[in-house]
């Protein structure tokens, strides 16, 4: 089956304790993109990546990395989690960008940091 | 700046009748446009999608119609069932951007 994951599903944490939200997708995507989901804001893009070793920041970059080493893998890398980082994460695949190719999404992580 | 939003954060439907979702965009230079599908627990889903250079796109039971002149996009839902109820996104991106611009949603609710 065609799709996105991503591992953990929720997590709690605590201010400091250095984590990584893993994404994989299945489909020989090009484009993955991580996107952060809070109430009243909507879906902001946090950093993307055109292809293995491309990334580039997005909207709201600040307080995370990502690297794109392999193809399907796309993980986020949170430092030094800080509270204003808990939100809903999303990891998005698609073909490619600059055409009309769908994006995928993952089914979401929940992150809590205390 | 520039920004993409919706007129309504609700929106209540009787079961069978037809729904109209809008989306205001702000973005001049923006040629291409999605609505995405949010059910609750999942990630958001592709609904359809319009370019610039068209007024209106059907899929099935939904179409999308585009204003350019006013900069306005809706997603229409005909004969809506109860597995519509979920939390509709609009985004907005041109081609040399390489992101979406995401709208804050609707939240529509089947009522059976």
């Known amino acids: 089956e065609a799709q996105v994951t991503q591992n953990p599903r929720y997590l709690i944490t605590v201010t400091g304790k250095k984590l990584t939200v893993t994404c994989s997708q299945n489909m020989n995507h090009e484009y993955m993109s991580w996107y952060r989901q809070d109430p009243g804001l909507g879906l902001r893009q946090i950093y993307y990546?055109?292809?293995?070793?491309?990334?580039d920041k997005g909207d709201v970059p600040e307080g995370y990395k990502v690297s794109r080493k392999e193809k399907r893998n796309f993980p986020l890398i949170l430092e030094s989690p800080s509270p204003n980082q808990t939100s809903l994460y999303f990891c998005?695949?698609?073909?490619?960008?600059?055409?009309?190719?769908?994006?995928?999404f993952g089914p979401g992580t929940r992150l809590t940091v205390l | 700046g520039e920004s993409v939003g919706l007129h309504l954060p609700t929106l209540s439907v009787q079961e069978g009748d037809n729904s109209i979702i809008n989306c205001a965009y702000s973005n001049s230079a923006s040629d291409y446009f999605i609505w995405y599908k949010q059910e609750s627990g999942k990630g958001p889903q592709f609904i359809i999608d319009i370019r610039s250079n068209m007024d209106k796109r059907q899929g099935q039971r939904v179409t999308v119609l585009l204003n350019k002149t006013v900069k306005h996009l809706s997603l229409q839902i005909a004969a809506t069932q109860p597995g519509d109820s979920a939390v509709y996104f609009c985004?907005?991106?041109?081609?040399?951007?390489?992101?979406?611009?995401f709208g804050t949603g609707t939240r529509l609710t089947i009522i059976p």
């Open positions: 985004a907005e991106t041109d081609f040399g951007n390489e992101k979406l611009t």
């Open positions: 990546s055109m292809n293995v070793e491309v990334t």
């Open positions: 998005a695949s698609s073909l490619s960008w600059g055409v009309a190719d769908t994006q995928y």
